[in-house]
């Protein structure tokens, strides 16, 4: 490995930062993303379990929302939810601060994602620019310079210096579209199972103000 890395040149270290950097942001994400880790067992019988009491007009502590609050990335929705409710505030103004709350959650979802998806983009990028590099070795050797045949080593070096950033550009790129594009669609089917766990919970909590033919 260490030698095909000498092959390549010094085009090739860019593209393996960006490597080390793209992988460790699949790892990170595809960890963060995952369903338990978003919903903990048991987190939602919690949270509904404490909307019971809230709608029953039971003392709820502040520690105990806050503690839901602490729960899961989801947390913070569903606590602002109760905070409101016992708070005694309205409908609207209760659904402002959530959806307060719900761009600070999506934003934590879909952190680093756009570095993923910019990885994808420059990979190629940098591979051709290797590609440049080497074929400027190739040209601009002064055997080639002087009319002359020149040094077949340089003439080798370049045309490797050309072959491998622009294999290890593709190589790269590829597999970090693949992820990206994995880890979008992951990140979207978090939010919208958030959505519709904090639709229900807001729906339990103000069911009276949602619809006022309840009140009769």
């Known amino acids: 490995m260490y030698s095909i890395l000498l092959s390549a040149g010094w085009p090739i270290w860019p593209l393996l ?24 067992k048991d987190s ?19 520690s105990e929302i806050s503690a839901i609050g602490q729960l899961s990335p989801a947390g913070p929705l569903f606590a602002c939810i109760l905070r409101e409710k016992v708070a005694g505030s309205l409908a609207d103004a209760a659904l402002e601060e959530l959806q307060a709350s719900a761009q600070t959650t999506w934003l934590k979802l879909d952190r680093y994602l756009g ?15 290797g590609t440049v590099v080497g074929m400027i070795e190739i040209f601009g050797s002064q055997g080639t310079i002087n009319g002359g045949a020149g040094s077949p080593q340089q003439l080798a070096h370049g045309i490797s210096v050309a072959l491998y950033n622009t294999a290890f550009g593709l190589l790269i790129a590829i597999p970090a579209l693949a992820a990206w594009r994995g880890l979008r669609a992951m990140a979207n089917q978090r939010q919208h199972e958030c959505e519709e766990f904090t639709r229900q919970l807001f729906k339990k909590l103000y069911s009276i103000h949602a619809d006022p033919a309840d009140k009769k």
């Open 115 to 129: 570095a993923l998806a910019t990885i994808a983009t420059v990979a190629p990028l940098l591979g051709l620019f």
């Open 17 to 40: 930062i960006i490597s080390i950097i793209g992988l460790a942001i699949v790892i990170e994400r595809a960890w963060y993303l995952r369903q338990i880790h978003i919903f903990p």
């Open 44 to 62: 939602l019988e919690a949270v509904f379990g404490l909307a019971n009491a809230v709608s029953q007009q039971k003392a709820v502590a502040e």
